[in-house]
């Protein structure tokens, strides 16, 4: 059913109230037919230009920058080759050396170095002209070839003196300059040459002590930066006393002229802690000016040279047949005959007496054949075990770089053990039987030398028993009869209770003996009682004298040196004379009724 519409309209009827919803505000176009993502994707088009701009030129930048540290590294400019010399002369410092008492034997100064820049100096010959004339011992030639060249950096002259280095400057030629470096100097001149060695003139250790800094890190420091100046780095001290040194050397200097040998070496070492406390070897040089360090007789005859080391080699002899028991030091040995044969060889006793004689006796009258016997008892594989033990068949390591190895017979038979039973035949470093000998009174201990400073505690870690304390007993008193009856008188100063061993050897020229040519050693202990320090002379070729009779075998050479050098060095050393003698200073011997404690 359908509804149709009123002709009058009806009366209005009132509309209940509704909240109004907020009505939307229409965009605001900012110009007609762009909205606000065209102008951001209009922005973005503009900037890719400009981005792409700058990026190249930070691209280019980049590269000139890469380029040029490449082309300074391969083609050094004038002043990066000057830098690098500077930094490489400042950088070379070192430390101090001192001895054991503090007193400086080697340290850097500050000195000067002219320098060239070749490329920047117009006239090279009148420069060559000019610096030739202030520095007279300059080679022109040479210096006018540096400066010809299209280096930025040539030394001219390193190490010069003030006065040159204001006469220099006067000059004024562009491309001269100067660089600062560190020059080693030695103050006490020849005094412990062959020990401190010496450094170069880029301050590089070549020989010695120096060289064996070096070997221990100093250059990696240098070369890293850290140690710029000698203040940078602890000084390095020494077991040597620079006084004994010093007076070792003196009376060395004079025995050598007197004896007229052709050179000389000594040495005094601690016994109870391996400390070499002086060292020389004649003819030697001075380190702050060494040129001719390199020459073939100032070689360091303590540790580089090896020579048979004669009759002083039979303290070992002793020794070896005492400890394997074998003898005991109321044994006998039978000389008459005065000679033994082995083969085709004959060896005959230098003063014989024709008699039996007692371990002591054998020591004291040097005698050949009893010290052959002696060996011969240990037999050969035992005799060449005891010396082995005792270091004398390997080349002995010290601070210092230059050792020698022993020169050992190429076979080893009955005729060798013969022979080096009285020291022929078997030739070893000075340093290696020093070593030995003071095992044989310090108690037994062998201890490897050493150049540095050690303490006792230090020397007893690195201590080897070799013989029995009983055996070190006997050869103290051994040694000491020989000082006062024997041998080693001419080395028995009153007080001081001295033993020692003379030995002389024929030397050995073209692989024959040379009957007139004498290698002289001499070893003394000091007190024999309680040994503190073994003293050791040496002369090569010395000659007779009027005194001597002119006999030139070592007592009346070797000995009198060590003699004079112990009665100087004693007091220095801390060994006051003693006029009154121990009690009872080797009880053993006594107990055992030994020859001549009666």
Avoid: C
């Avoid at 900037?47 to 930070?58: K, T, W, Y």
């Avoid at 390193?158 to 660089?179: K, S």
């Amino acid at each position: 059913m359908s509804h149709e519409t009123p002709d009058t309209p009806a009366a209005p009827v009132a509309a209940p109230e509704i909240a109004k919803a907020p009505v939307a505000k229409p965009r605001r176009r900012l110009l007609p037919g762009f909205n606000l993502r065209d102008i951001f994707r209009m922005s973005g088009e503009k900037s890719e230009p400009r981005v792409g701009l700058v990026i190249l030129a930070f691209s280019v930048l980049f590269l000139a920058i890469t380029g040029r540290l490449v082309a300074l590294a391969a083609f050094p400019n004038d002043q990066v080759g000057l830098r690098r010399a500077t930094s490489n002369a400042t950088s070379a410092a070192r430390p101090d050396i001192v001895d054991r008492n503090g007193v400086t034997l080697a340290t850097d100064v500050r000195s000067v170095s002219v320098f060239a820049e070749p490329r920047n100096i117009l006239d090279k010959d009148e420069a060559t002209e000019l610096l030739t004339a202030v520095l007279p011992d300059l080679n022109a030639k040479d210096l006018r070839d540096k400066l010809g060249t299209r280096r930025g950096f040539a030394w001219i002259k390193r190490e010069i003196t003030p006065r040159q280095q204001a006469e220099v400057h006067r000059l004024g030629i562009p491309g001269v300059g100067f660089v600062p470096e560190n020059k080693r100097v030695y103050p006490n001149g020849p005094a412990a040459a062959h020990i401190l060695g010496f450094a170069n003139v880029d301050n590089v250790g070549i020989a010695g002590i120096e060289k064996y800094i070096d070997s221990k890190g100093l250059q990696d420091l240098n070369g890293a930066g850290f140690a710029t100046q000698a203040s940078d780095l602890k000084p390095i001290q020494l077991s040597v006393d620079l006084r004994v040194q010093h007076l070792l050397r003196d009376e060395l200097v004079k025995g050598m002229e007197k004896y007229r040998a052709i050179a000389a070496a000594g040495a005094i070492m601690d016994v109870n802690t391996g400390e070499v406390i002086a060292s020389v070897s004649l003819p030697d040089f001075d380190p702050s000016n060494p040129v001719d360090a390199h020459e073939k007789d100032r070689i360091n005859r303590i540790n580089v040279g090896v020579y048979e080391m004669g009759s002083t080699f039979k303290a070992l002899t002793v020794a070896m047949a005492l400890d394997a028991g074998k003898a005991n030091i109321n044994s006998t040995y039978s000389t008459a005959g005065g000679m033994m044969r082995f083969g085709r060889q004959v060896i005959r006793e230098y003063h014989g007496t024709g008699r039996t004689l007692t371990v002591p006796e054998v020591f004291l009258h040097s005698s050949n054949m009893g010290s052959i016997k002696m060996a011969l008892s240990v037999g050969v594989e035992g005799h060449r075990a005891f010396l082995k033990k005792m270091m004398q068949l390997d080349r002995m390591t010290t601070e210092l770089p230059e050792s020698a190895a022993p020169i050992l017979p190429p076979r080893w038979g009955e005729i060798n053990t013969a022979t080096i039973a009285f020291g022929h035949g078997l030739a070893v470093a000075p340093i290696q039987a020093l070593a030995a000998v003071a095992a044989l009174v310090n108690g037994g201990k062998l201890i490897t030398p050493t150049y540095i400073k050690r303490t006792q505690e230090e020397a007893d870690k690195v201590a080897q028993r070799v013989i029995k304390p009983e055996t070190s007993e006997a050869m103290r008193y051994i040694m000491w009869l020989n000082g006062e009856r024997g041998s080693a008188r001419k080395a028995s100063i009153p007080g001081y209770f001295v033993g020692g061993k003379t030995g002389t050897a024929e030397k050995v020229i073209n692989g024959r003996y040379a009957k007139n040519k004498n290698f002289t050693t001499f070893m003394a202990v000091v007190p024999s009682d309680k040994p503190r320090y073994l003293f050791l002379s040496i002369y090569d070729e010395p000659k007779g004298y009027a005194e001597s009779g002119g006999y030139s075998t070592a007592a009346w050479n070797a000995g009198v040196t060590t003699g004079k050098v112990i009665e100087r060095a004693a007091p220095l050393l801390g060994l006051p004379p003693r006029f009154e003698p121990p009690t009872a200073p080797f009880p053993l011997m006594a107990r055992l009724g030994a020859w001549g404690t009666r």
